[in-house]
């Protein structure tokens, strides 16, 4: 019997989503859960908000110290969202895996290919809204940007959806509870109602965002 994921031993876990879809809520909501599971911090080159701490939420870097750690071949992957620059460090996921425990990458669709390329065995999530009408009225509803920035979020995850399909399972986060238990079962490798090759999953999708 195929052995799932939970027994395969350390797994490297990649969740990506558009801008408004909850994946930093369900991210954070299964190191919670599952406190084996460790929580890549990224590095980025944004500023920091009031409620982030650095080390904690992101390593904040500048552009030059960003530039050298890529020339550095420092980053597993790196991407430019928004106009500022994001990464993972190789050392930390190598570490986290080597000490026996599976990791969670929270990046975007560009980082997750590739890591894809890097580290073919990882398991890859796109979270999903239930709609793009549902997507609209949570950037509206943070009240943190002006119409402008939300326009361009929405304009920016229309075309971050359309690469749902080249990840391994798709997450509906509609409610968070049962996304998080569809996120487990897809990371354990118990269930194959998430898989992006499930034909009901895929018309749900195709429905929604076509």
């Not at 580290?119 to 609209?136: I, K, Q, R």
Request: aromatic letters at 8%; one cysteine or more.
């Amino acid at each position: 019997m195929k052995k799932n994921n939970a027994e395969a031993g350390p797994r490297l876990f990649v969740i990506a989503a558009p801008s408004g879809a909850g994946k930093t809520t369900l991210v954070h909501a299964l190191v919670t859960r599952n406190p084996e599971l460790r929580f890549s911090i990224s590095y980025t080159t944004r500023k920091k908000r009031r409620n982030e701490a650095g080390g904690v939420d992101y390593l904040f870097v500048d552009k030059n110290e960003f530039d050298a750690l890529r020339e550095q071949g420092a980053l597993l992957e790196w991407a430019e969202v928004f106009d500022n620059f994001y990464g993972t460090s190789r050392a930390q996921v190598e570490e986290h895996l080597g000490n026996g425990h599976s990791v969670l990458l929270e990046i975007d669709w560009q980082g997750a290919r590739q890591v894809r390329a890097a580290m073919p065995d990882c398991v890859t999530l796109f979270v999903l809204p239930p709609s793009l009408d549902e997507l609209e009225r949570r950037l509206r509803n943070r009240r943190t940007d002006a119409d402008e920035v939300i326009e361009r979020r929405l304009r920016d995850a229309r075309d971050d959806i359309g690469h749902w399909d080249e990840f391994d399972h798709v997450i509906i986060n509609d409610d968070l509870d049962q996304a998080v238990a569809d996120t487990m079962a897809a990371m354990n490798g118990t269930s194959d109602a998430t898989s992006t090759a499930n034909p009901a999953l895929r018309a749900r999708v195709l429905e929604a965002f076509s």
